[in-house]
C-alpha cells in the first residue's frame, strides 16, 4: 500500500518508468534523470523498497520498446502486465510476441510495486549468441565440399583465352587493379561462386584492357593488385551472421586464397614488375564476443601472407613482391613517382568526424599527415568499405573509393533506397599523372 508520506523519487520514476539502481548508475545521474536533488535520491534508498506515493494521483508511463543494433531489446512500463510482478513466462510472450524465438535470448524481468495491484515491470532481452550459432550451424547451407580451384577451372574453360602476341611487358607506367570487399562465404546475389565467377570475368577484361592500353602507347611495366581487405565474410562479425553464409571460415580462407593465386598466375605474366599491397579489412577481423582481439590478428591480411609463401616457391613468380598490412591502418608504395597508399575505410569510418565519407577520409588523412604517418604523404589514396564509387580531389592528394565485389546487401538497400553495382577499379600511373586511364570493370 502507498504511504500517506509522498518521496519525490518514487513518484517521478513511476511517471517516468525508471527502476533505480545503486550499483548501475551513481545518485548524480538518477537526481539529473528524475529532476530531483541529489539528497532525495539519497533519502529514497534509506526509507526502504515499499514507495512512498501519498496521496498523489500518479499517471504511469506509457509501454517504452527500445532494440540495440546488438539486438539488445527492453521494455519498460510493459502494458500487458501491470496488476501483479511480471515473470519469465511474461517475458517468453513477449518475445514470441515480436515474433522472436525465446530460445534465442537470455532475458531478464524486474518489477516494482506502487501500491495495491499496481506495478511497473521492465523486461529486457540479449541474444544468446552461443544458442543462435548453433541453429544456425544446423540450418543453414554450408558448401562444405566447395572446390574454389574446379569451380574457377570451369569458369576458365568458358572464357576467352586471351592473345598476349608480341607486346612489351616493360615500360615506366604503373597498371593498378584492386581486389576488395569479395567478402567470400557471403550467400546473398548467388553466394560465392557468384563472386568467383565475376572476378573470373574481371579478369579477362583486365587482360584484355592491358592489351588496349598498350596498343595505345601506354608504356606499362608494372603491376599493382591492391588487396584493400573484407576478402572474406568472416563467421562473427555481428551476431546472425550465421545465418548468411555458404562457406565455412576454413572454406572462406582457401576461396580467397585460390583467387589471390589465380589473379596472380594470370597477370603477372604480362609485367615485369607486380607489387601486392594488401590492407587489412573488419570483416577478416579474429573477434571473441564482437570484440576484435589485436589489430594484427586478420584473416585478410593472412590469405595474402598464404598466397606469398606460394609465389615464393614459384620460379615463375619471382618478380612478385607484396606489402602487407601487419598492426598499421594501412600500406603505401612509392611508384611512378608517386606515392600509392590504400586503407580498407573502417578506420575513419566510426572514429573520425565528418559530414560525408570523402570529409571523414580527408579529415582521417589530415591526421596522418599531421602524426607523420608516411601514409599521410600519399599523392593518392584509395579506400573501400562502403561499396560505392567516390572520387574527391584534395590538391596535394586524391582520393578514390571503391565500388565492392561481393553481391551487395538486400538489408541495406530496404533501410537506405541504395545500392551500388559491384565492379573492379583499374587505373594508370604515369611519371606524368598520379591517375589516369581509369576503367571500373563491370
Known amino acids: 500500500m502507498a504511504n500517506n508520506s509522498s518521496c519525490s523519487v518514487c513518484v517521478n520514476s513511476l511517471a517516468q518508468g525508471v527502476h533505480l539502481d545503486q550499483e548501475e548508475h551513481t545518485n548524480t545521474f538518477y537526481a539529473e534523470l528524475l529532476d530531483v536533488s541529489e539528497a532525495s535520491v539519497r533519502r529514497h534508498y534509506k526509507h526502504g523498497p515499499d514507495p512512498k506515493l501519498g496521496e498523489r494521483d500518479v499517471t504511469m508511463q506509457s509501454e517504452v520498446t527500445e532494440t540495440s543494433s546488438t539486438g539488445t531489446k527492453s521494455v519498460t512500463g510493459y502494458a500487458a502486465v501491470r496488476d501483479r ?23 531478464s ?9 499496481l506495478f511497473s515491470n521492465k523486461l529486457s532481452a540479449w541474444p544468446n549468441l552461443k544458442k543462435i550459432a548453433a541453429t544456425a550451424a544446423s540450418d543453414e547451407v554450408v558448401l562444405e565440399d566447395f572446390d574454389p580451384i574446379e569451380c574457377l577451372r570451369n569458369l576458365r574453360a568458358k572464357s576467352p583465352v586471351a592473345n598476349t602476341g608480341n607486346l612489351q611487358t616493360s615500360g615506366s607506367g604503373v597498371f593498378v587493379i584492386s581486389l576488395n570487399d569479395t567478402q567470400f562465404g557471403k550467400d546473398e546475389n548467388g553466394g560465392t561462386p557468384a563472386t568467383l565467377a565475376r572476378l573470373d570475368k574481371y579478369l579477362a577484361m583486365v587482360e584484355a584492357r592491358v592489351m588496349e592500353l598498350r596498343l595505345i602507347g601506354r608504356s606499362i611495366g608494372t603491376l599493382v593488385i591492391i588487396g584493400g581487405g573484407d576478402i572474406i565474410e568472416g563467421c562473427t562479425i555481428y551476431p546472425n551472421q550465421s545465418y548468411s553464409l555458404d562457406l565455412t571460415r576454413r572454406g572462406q580462407i582457401n576461396t580467397a586464397v585460390t583467387a589471390i593465386l589465380d589473379t596472380i598466375d594470370r597477370l603477372a605474366p604480362y609485367f615485369d614488375d607486380v607489387i601486392v599491397l594488401a590492407t587489412r579489412g573488419n570483416h577478416g577481423e579474429n573477434r571473441i564476443n564482437g570484440h576484435k582481439t589485436t589489430l594484427y590478428d586478420n584473416d585478410d591480411t593472412m590469405v595474402f601472407e598464404m598466397a606469398r609463401l606460394a609465389t615464393e616457391r614459384d620460379p615463375a613468380l619471382q618478380h612478385v613482391e607484396y606489402t602487407i598490412a601487419e598492426a598499421e591502418a594501412g600500406v603505401y608504395v612509392d611508384v611512378a613517382g608517386w606515392r600509392l597508399a590504400t586503407t580498407h575505410g573502417d578506420v575513419y569510418g566510426k572514429g573520425v568526424q565528418g559530414a560525408t565519407q570523402d570529409k571523414k577520409a580527408q579529415n582521417w588523412f589530415k591526421n596522418m599527415a599531421a602524426g607523420r604517418d608516411p601514409i599521410g604523404a600519399a599523392d593518392l589514396l584509395i579506400t573501400h568499405h562502403f561499396h560505392h ?26 533501410s537506405t533506397g ?7 577499379l583499374t587505373f594508370v600511373m604515369t611519371p606524368q599523372e598520379r591517375l589516369r586511364d581509369e576503367q571500373v570493370l563491370r
Open 109 to 117: 524481468v524486474r518489477s516494482i510495486a506502487y501500491g495495491d495491484g
Open 85 to 107: 510482478p511480471v515473470t519469465m513466462e511474461d517475458a517468453r510472450d513477449w518475445l514470441r510476441s515480436s515474433g522472436d524465438r525465446p530460445e534465442d535470448f537470455h532475458v
Open 418 to 424: 541504395e545500392y551500388s553495382l559491384p565492379g573492379m
Open 389 to 414: 564509387d567516390k572520387l574527391s580531389d584534395w590538391g596535394a592528394c586524391l582520393w578514390r573509393q571503391t565500388p565492392a565485389m561481393d553481391g551487395g546487401s538486400e538489408y541495406f538497400r530496404q
